[in-house]
């Protein structure tokens, strides 16, 4: 049966604290449910290596990446030294572009434990799935400027959305959708002002729909979408947007339940012609750093997303240890966020490693 | 001394069960202040003079309007008889553009009375401006279409950010901080994603804000921006941003507060070349429209910013009255909002009339 190879990048600041967490709690899965993983270490797709050779990463990072089967990365990015768009152009984003990575994919939950900002919320009232395209759309260096530097300056900035890339997202969508209770897809839009894109953006998922007759759809402008997740958050099951409108809803979802440093997120190649890439959102943390006090749980929630994708790539028998493997660690990290230990984050005075511990102990 | 011509629009739906009642309270104003308006009223600019017309307005609506001060706005769109983007881009976006109403700006404010979806906030908590661009940016119909209707098909929408449409927002946001206490300005971007357009909009914030040193700025990224809204909104004083992003802040703040359906909005053109355009945010509510029961709020908040923006116009003296008035207002809303009566929405069982009456009782 299959090895799976991941590549183990670390990156900087917590995320080179958090990851010997995650790696700890694989490890105890691994020997658990039998799972066959092998980890290869890589130290670049780092500012520090950057420091070192002028560059986020190997230029042959790719040959170097194309045989795993997934990467577990931990944060990039210290702006003190290198700008955040030299530092996200050179690894992150390379990884999605290159390596097709065109499903971001992020849990929004609440748990008990977590203090959340929107009043009168408990565990279970806030339960989905924002899956945002996370390869083209608004997020383009296509443009430029006439005019430049007089009174008559005029930028323009092009937005791409191809049929494909509309097509194959919304069909992940669809396909998560049909997999859970409810059934519903909500699909985030702004075609009331943005006349081009967002009118074929709409018809694209139009289209969509009709094959997907069981699944309930609601078409929702980004303003008042924005807003629902404050004062509705509990009508969502899976919300699908394009790359720019995703990265606002995985935020402010997470946002929602209180878990922005807790959020975990799937950056996936459903097609498995690429490795799929698994971080956790909260980014490198320069403020926290060296402290040892990080919070350990998005990056082990997304080692559990990562399996969970492994699995569900095997057939029948093969994929059960995985698919339980993610959903014990899943249990153990909602125990740990009831019961504690707790870090300083979420009003504990427990650290990393005892996390770590902690969760590796209940899977 | 001068008189304002107002031209009043109720528009569509509740729009004319709400616009009534705003006269009523500026009629008060004007008995009290001293105030000079004068009131005109047309009944297009509504999907019922659409479905007569087959058009939103008359042809000759600029010529009709152009010597107006300002126009009081109810609400446009009745989905059921006319698609959205035609009554929106047939009366209020060409409003907007043709009048150069460069500015939409919405208050966000917490008040005594009305449930928060946040936990833990008090009035005062939450006190601050979103100032939104209101003619350019991502809303376009420019852009296009390659491969139409085949499997390469490729989508192509342009935005786009002029230096004088760029700047002058700019400047608005930076001359509102400073006329408020904390002399805050939070610039909304995503630079680090849409490579052209928004390092552009950075350089520009960056340039005007050389120009007043004694405001603070924070430049922040949409999708943490969203989020901060909901984790710490008493942190902002001024928000400028995008029409796009503009568009969200300015639904989601609101949302934060508990008040979608009592903000109201200003369409400003501060050069006053052309008259500016005040509506209440909530639109039409066809599933409310008949009953008597909208709360008229937002529309008698936006006829008082109407009073202030006017004011504002006028020289020392003069202008008092006017912004007098526009405090009288606010105070008058912030007591009816703590002690009642109240519509529906907010718990209660009075009616439209009812809670127009309570607001002009009290100015
Ligand atoms: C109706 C729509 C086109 C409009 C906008 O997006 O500008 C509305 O949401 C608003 O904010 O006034
Ligand atoms: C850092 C930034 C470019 C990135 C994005 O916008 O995609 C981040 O916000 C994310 O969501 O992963």
Redesign the interface.
Known sequence: SKTFRIAVLPGDGIGKEVMPEGLKVLQKAVDKFGLKLQFEHHEWASCDYYAKHGDMMPVDWKERLAGSDALLFGAVGWPDTVP??VS?WGSLLKFRREFDQYINLRPVRLFDGV??????RKAGDIDFFVVRENTEG????????MFPG???????????????GTDRVLKYAFELASQRARKHLTIAT?????????P?WDSRAAEMAKKYPDITTDKQH???L???F??QPGRFDVVVAS??FG??L???G???TGT?GLAPSGNLNPDRQFPSLFEPVHGSAPDIYGKGIANPIAMIWSAALMLDFLGRGLSGDEQQPYLQAHDTILKAIETVLAQGPRTPDLGGNSNTVALGDAVAQLV
């Open positions: 955040d768009h996200l203090p959340c900002p929107l009043a009168n608004e997020y383009t260096s296509l443009g430029g400027t007089t009174d008559r300056e005029i930028v323009i900035q092009e937005s791409v959305f191809s049929r494909i702004k075609s009331n002002g943005i006349a081009i894109s967002m074929y980004i303003d008042i924005s807003a629902r404050v004062l790359n720019l990265d606002i995985s935020d402010l997470p946002a929602c922005i």
